[in-house]
C-alpha cells in the first residue's frame, strides 16, 4: 500500500466509524421526520449522536447543525448574507475556495469587500481593525490554514471585533472555518468567541458528506434556502443518519486523546523537518502551525514533484487538493502569506493522521531524498 501522507485532503474512514454508519445503517432506516413507529426511532438516534457530538465538542446541541461538509456550512453562512441588505465583509487572503468564491458573488449583489493580508503566515488584529467600518456584517477568517498549517490568532481576532462592536450597535458575525483544527490544535469553540464554525467529517477519519455547522445563536440564522424544515429549518434535507453516526464515532476518537496524539505527531513532524532541512528544502510552514501539516519548497515544480513521489508509492499534495483543481489557487494563499512565488511554485504539502507512524516518516524522508536525488 501507498505511504499516504495527504491526510489534510482526506483521511481513511475508521474501523469504528465505518462500524457505527453500518450499524446506524441496518438498524435505523427510517426517515427522521416520518411520525411512524421507524421514523421516531430515527429521530430519538438523530438527537442522541447530535448530543454526544456536541458532548465531545463542549458545545450546546441546539448550536449544532448537520450538513454535506464544510463547503455547504461555510456557502450556508455566506448565502445567507443574500437576504440582508448589502453592507461590508472581511475575510483573509489566506481562505480556502469555499469562503473566497463567495466575495465575487456577494460584489454583484452591491456588497462591499475586503481581505486581510497575512504576511508571515498569520492575520493581525491591527488588520483587521483597520478595515472595520460600520456597515461591516461579517468577518471570516479560518482557524488553520488548510496548506500550511498556520494557526491564526481566532481568539485575538474576535476580541478586536467585539471592543469594535462597541463603538456602534451591529453585531457582526464573526465566522471560522475550522475544518483543520477540530481535534488537531487546541480548540475551544466557547473560548473564542465564534459565531460560526464549519467542520469536515472526513479530515477525522469520519466519512466524506457529513459536516456540521456551528451556530452560536441559531435564532439568530436566517438560512437562503430552508427547503424541508430539517436540522431546524437551518438546513433542508433528510439527514444523513448513518454518516452522523459515523462522525460521532470519529469524534470519539479523536478528542479524548486529543492532546496525547498532538505531542507524538508533533515529534513526528520534528523529525521530518529537520531531514527536509538537512536536504535543503525550504519549510514554508510558519512556527506557530498545526502538528499534522508541513508545507515545504521543492526543487522542481509542484505537480512534477508530487508526480515523482506517487511514482514512488508515496501520497502527497501540490499545496491543498481543492487547489489542484483550481490551478494557481494553492500558489496564490502562500504568496498571500509573503512566500516568493518560485518558492511557492514548488510547494508540496505533507499531512498527518493520528495513525501515522516514526516508521512510515522514515521511509518518507528516504524516498523524498532518492527523488530531490533524481534517483
Request: hydrophobic letters at 35%; proline letters at 5%; a neutral charge.
Amino acid at each position: 500500500m501507498d505511504l499516504y501522507f495527504d491526510n489534510a485532503a482526506t483521511t481513511r474512514l475508521s474501523e469504528k466509524a465505518l462500524a457505527a454508519y453500518i450499524d446506524t445503517a441496518e438498524n435505523c432506516p427510517g426517515n427522521p421526520s416520518s411520525v411512524h413507529r421507524e421514523g421516531i426511532k430515527a429521530r430519538r438516534k438523530l438527537d442522541e449522536e447530535r448530543e454526544r457530538t456536541a458532548s465531545l465538542m463542549g458545545i450546546d446541541p441546539s448550536s449544532l447543525f448537520y450538513t454535506s461538509g464544510a463547503t455547504e456550512s461555510i456557502a450556508a453562512v455566506f448565502s445567507s448574507l443574500l437576504l440582508t441588505t448589502p453592507g461590508k465583509v472581511i475575510i483573509s487572503k489566506i481562505e480556502h475556495e469555499a469562503a473566497a468564491s463567495w466575495l465575487p458573488v456577494l460584489r454583484q449583489h452591491g456588497w462591499k469587500t475586503a481581505e486581510l493580508g497575512a504576511r508571515g503566515g498569520f492575520v493581525t488584529p491591527e488588520a483587521l481593525k483597520a478595515e472595520l467600518t460600520p456597515d461591516t456584517k461579517l468577518v471570516a477568517v479560518m482557524a488553520v490554514n488548510n496548506v500550511t498549517g498556520a494557526i491564526q490568532p481566532i481568539e485575538e481576532l474576535v476580541k478586536t471585533v467585539r471592543e469594535y462592536e462597541k463603538t456602534g450597535k451591529r453585531h457582526i458575525f464573526f465566522f471560522s472555518d475550522s475544518v483543520q483544527a477540530l481535534g488537531k490544535t487546541e480548540y475551544n469553540i466557547e473560548a473564542l468567541g465564534i459565531d460560526g464554525a464549519s467542520f469536515s467529517g472526513h479530515k477525522i477519519n469520519g466519512p466524506r458528506g457529513i459536516g456540521m455547522l456551528y451556530l452560536r445563536n441559531p435564532s439568530s440564522f436566517r438560512p437562503l434556502a430552508p427547503a424541508g424544515g430539517q436540522e431546524r429549518g437551518k438546513r433542508g434535507g433528510t439527514e444523513n443518519l448513518p454518516a452522523v453516526s459515523a462522525l460521532r464515532a470519529a469524534v470519539e476518537e479523536w478528542l479524548p486523546d486529543a492532546e496525547e496524539n498532538r505531542k507524538r505527531i508533533a515529534t513526528i513532524r520534528e523529525k521530518v523537518v529537520s531531514a527536509l532541512c538537512d536536504m535543503g528544502m525550504k519549510i514554508l510552514s510558519p512556527e506557530k502551525c498545526s502538528p499534522y501539516i508541513i508545507s515545504f519548497s521543492s526543487p522542481l515544480p509542484s505537480e512534477v514533484f508530487t508526480r515523482m513521489l506517487s511514482d514512488k508509492g508515496v501520497c502527497v499534495s501540490s499545496g491543498s487538493a481543492c487547489s489542484n483543481n483550481a490551478k494557481g489557487e494553492g500558489e496564490k494563499i502562500l504568496t498571500a502569506m509573503g512566500i516568493k512565488p518560485r518558492d511557492a511554485a514548488g510547494a508540496i504539502r505533507i499531512s498527518f493522521c493520528n495513525d501515522t507512524t516514526e516508521e512510515e516518516a522514515g521511509r518518507l524522508v528516504g524516498i523524498i531524498r532518492e527523488a530531490a536525488d533524481g534517483r
